[in-house]
């Protein structure tokens, strides 16, 4: 693992544009469930029943009451941990321009990130479905099922739910980062979900080295990934920061 670290922090500190692509781990030590695997929220509820559009146009009050009263919790209350702070870092030093993310809890940009492309929206902004305006998530009282609007309409998170398309802007600019970037660090996704997953795939086939952080091997290892750092986001975000710093100071002197 020692020398996996050293050569993941030499591809850093040499590239000339790295991008990250984050997905529900590395949100998992900040106290936020992932989608999959032990103790995935897609293990207590249907996807299809709770996070497709059609459900939510059909019954909003159900997904609001329960699915996404379970989601405002954890997502309100959860802090950038490690991992997150890790990648603020890499950007404070020069290293990470962009952070493409599956994520919906605006902890990048909690931990200092400037550029963030939010793939599949965020949870912070809600749209009514009547007047289309857009209120913060925080100054809305979310007792009610489903949260209302001033107008008297429905609110709606502006999160990307399944049966819907990917924000244009944060799809191409997603497609343009991954064909552009010389490294890509992929953490804490499970590279099922398209079109995120093919984010990596256009990197690596535009000569991109692909650095994966992830307990558990996905489609991408030892496929996509030229690195796979088995591990959690946090503890291996530390190991290669303490590298990259070890990297920068010798090269001062
Ligand atoms: P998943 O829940 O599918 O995958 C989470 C990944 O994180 C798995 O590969 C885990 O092994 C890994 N993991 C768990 N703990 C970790 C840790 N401490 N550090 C690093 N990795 C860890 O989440 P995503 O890949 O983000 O879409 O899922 C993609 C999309 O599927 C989500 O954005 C969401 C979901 O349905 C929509 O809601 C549209």
């Not at 939510?56 to 009263?69: L, T």
């Not at 020069?94 to 939010?118: C, F, M, P, R, S």
């Not at 009514?128 to 609110?155: M, N, W």
């Not at 990197?203 to 088995?230: M, Y």
């Amino acid at each position: 693992m020692k020398d996996l670290i050293k050569e993941t922090a030499k591809y850093l500190v040499s590239a000339r544009h790295v991008v990250a692509l984050t997905g529900a781990g590395i949100s998992v030590e900040s106290g936020i469930p992932p989608f999959r695997g032990e103790g995935g929220l897609w293990e207590k509820y249907d996807p299809m029943e709770f996070a497709h559009i059609n459900s939510f146009m059909n019954n909003p009050e159900k997904v609001w009451k329960i699915f996404m009263g379970d989601m405002k919790k954890v997502l309100l209350a959860a802090t950038p941990n490690d991992g997150h702070l890790g990648l603020a870092r890499l950007e404070a030093l020069g290293i990470l321009k962009t952070v493409i993310t599956q994520n919906v809890d605006g902890l990048h940009q909690l931990a200092g990130n400037t550029d963030v492309i939010e793939f599949h929206g965020n949870f912070a902004w809600l749209r009514c479905l009547k007047c289309d305006q857009r209120f913060k998530t925080v100054d809305i009282d979310l007792s009610e099922a489903p949260p209302k609007c001033p107008c008297g309409g429905i609110f709606r998170p502006e999160c990307v739910f399944f049966g819907e398309m990917i924000p244009p802007t944060a799809l191409t600019r997603s497609q343009e980062e991954s064909s552009q970037c010389d490294v890509m660090l992929v953490v804490g996704t499970s590279a099922l979900v398209q079109p995120a997953a093919y984010m990596p795939v256009i990197a690596h086939q535009s000569g991109a080295t692909i650095v994966e952080i992830n307990p558990d091997p996905t489609p991408l290892t030892r496929q996509i990934s030229k690195i796979f750092l088995q591990g959690k986001a946090g503890e291996m975000m530390n190991e290669i920061l303490s590298e990259v710093s070890r990297l920068i100071e010798s090269k001062k002197h």
